[in-house]
């Protein structure tokens, strides 16, 4: 199991509606790419360095995992999920199927609203709907904290 997770919510990004009603997910905003590499830099002046990088499916999340990558000279791996995690449960079952194949001491993940949400109410932050935040948690035992949280 890790030690440290990161989570980061993706940028600001584009969205359309297809003649179908459907959403389309056309990636991240000039704002939004601007955000991911705040983001990384934020994180890499805590001196943490990922060893991997996991995203959801969406354009917006992969954008933003490969801004944050940048970052680094020796580039962490980068893998693709379905989905996220909706409770403290459930992620720790998504950092040990991550982990499983790709053992790893920091977990960086680039993911959407609901896990945010998820780590707000399982540690009372103060992240509101709309803002795009980093959480670093702390992971002891298998009981997690957070350590740092910033919002973007």
Same mark, same amino acid.
């Given at each position: ?34 955000? $991911?590499? @705040? ?6 002046? *805590?001196?943490?360095?990922? @060893? &991997? ?15 944050? $990558? ?8 980068? #893998?693709?999920? $379905?989905?996220?995690?909706?409770? &403290?449960?459930? *992620?720790?079952?998504? &950092? ?15 993911? #959407? ?13 103060? *992240? ?10 702390? *992971? ?13």
């Amino acid at each position: 199991m890790p030690t440290t997770f990161i989570f980061v919510r993706h940028g600001e990004s584009r969205k359309a509606t297809s003649e179908q009603g459907n959403s389309m997910d056309l990636g991240l905003t000039e704002q939004g790419k601007a955000q $991911a590499k @705040d983001a990384g830099e934020w994180i890499a002046d *805590l001196g943490l360095l990922p @060893d &991997l990088i996991v995203h959801t499916r969406t354009v917006r999340t992969r954008e933003t995992a490969q801004i944050i $990558a940048k970052r680094y000279a020796k580039t962490p791996p980068i #893998h693709q999920v $379905a989905a996220g995690f909706r409770d &403290l449960d459930g *992620l720790h079952k998504k &950092l040990e199927q991550w982990t499983r194949k790709h053992p790893a001491q920091v977990v960086l993940f680039c993911g #959407h609203h609901s896990s945010q949400q998820a780590l707000t109410r399982a540690f009372g932050l103060g *992240l509101k709907a709309k803002e795009r935040g980093v959480v670093v948690v702390g *992971l002891v035992d298998g009981e997690a904290s957070p350590t740092t949280l910033t919002a973007c």
